[in-house]
């Protein structure tokens, strides 16, 4: 019998920046590639157009915007990269899209979702419209937080009221980045995500393999994939990759392991 290949989208968010979204786009479409399941795309639909920057490109054509809208194919939007991993990149024309073609790009990615493995970039302004579409479409949301009190205060409210007013309840995957475990303001908010009932199911400890990669052209994985900065993401993608098994069919029935609870809303509001 073949085995179903798992696909949908992965979209990594959050309402702060400087969380580490881009390292971890770019690491978990790496170690997916380790792992046999190589992303179909790694779609840039963050206006700061930085997972464009990261793979070698200058963000000059809005690719991912070209798609969404439907004026290119998905073949034709695709770009190659040292890692082997396709790239759709983008520019910084997506800041100026219209909330009106959010529900739009988030049924072409729902669609495109439903044929092919996606991991999607996105910038920190949640409500825009590719932001909101990307985080609607996901099959798993992977979430980054660094572990500072202000940073995990910022980093939900928006994506929870968007996904409660429109009703889409995605697997969601919460993970520490840029963690030093020493300082007690570390022990401290650990415990404080404890308490409100969301569990890291990584955590990504600070270090220079992930600034190295950055000059690389591609991700910490593939870079430096000795260092404990890979081996943590590779946990990483390792989890979302048994729960996309599950919830698509590839993996029936299979208990993935401890599920992270779905954040209250008002919990950071």
Known sequence: M?????????????????SGKTTSALAIAGA????????????????????TRAYGYTPSEGFSEALLDGRVAFEDALHDTKEEISLIPASAALAAVEKGRMHAWRDRLRALGREKLLVI????????????????????LAIPIPLTQKAYKRTYPEIGG??????????????????DQRPALTRHVLR?????????????????????????????????????VAAA????????????????GAAPGVD??????????AVNG
């Open 2 to 18: 073949t085995e179903r290949r798992p696909v949908g989208i992965i979209t990594v968010a959050s309402g702060k920046g400087g």
């Open 32 to 51: 997916l590639k380790m792992l046999g399941a190589t992303p179909d795309a790694v779609i840039d639909l963050d206006y700061g157009a930085s997972l």
């Open 121 to 140: 970039d996105t910038s920190d302004d949640v409500l825009s419209a590719p932001v909101a579409a990307a985080i609607l479409a996901a099959d798993i």
């Open 162 to 179: 968007l996904l409660q007013g429109q009703n889409h309840a995605p697997e969601q995957v919460w993970f520490g980045t840029m963690v």
């Open 192 to 228: 404080e995500i404890a308490e409100d009932g969301v569990e890291l199911s990584v955590l990504v400890p600070r270090g220079i393999a992930a600034d190295e990669a950055d000059y690389a052209a591609g991700s910490v994985v593939m870079a430096s994939p000795k260092s404990k």
């Open 233 to 248: 993401y590779v946990e990483l993608a390792t989890m979302i990759y048994a729960r996309l098994r599950r919830l698509t």
């Open 256 to 265: 993935v392991g401890r599920p992270t609870r779905t954040l209250p809303v």
